[in-house]
């Protein structure tokens, strides 16, 4: 699905499955972030795959089921994107999330990691609605 600043590679599943499947309206707010902010914003994960979700937070087998009815994982909804902060400043950062938690942009769910190798900082971004914890702001550890 053609989106105009980001590729279907950037949102496509990272474990070799090749599935995708973000959801429109994710989509138009973050290409509407994107407009706003003017420059690009690199995507490391967009949609993941469960087996995918599974591997990276170590989900046991037995407990998939669970899992998947609990709220989060929105990635694996395609409401959610990672966004790479590596080659940004610290001052355009800083006009990022100006823009992302402002009134026009509706992210309930945000995540930054801005410690360790640059390459590894992102800013996750999420549309999720947990109702009772969301909005929500954290870091990473």
Known sequence: MPWKYFSDEEMTCHCGCDEMAMDEGFMRVLLELREVFGTPLPVT????????????????????????????????????????????????????????????????????KLHGPRENRILHLDIGDDEGVRPAVWTYV
């Open 45 to 112: 994960s967009g949609f993941r795959c469960w087996k995918h979700e599974q591997q990276l937070y170590s989900i046991p087998d037995d407990r998939i089921e669970s899992a998947r009815e609990s709220p989060g994982h929105y990635h694996t909804k395609g409401l959610a994107a990672d966004i790479s902060l590596w080659r940004m400043e610290t001052h355009r950062i800083h006009r990022l999330l100006e823009h992302v938690f402002g009134v026009a942009f509706g992210f309930p769910g945000v995540g930054i």
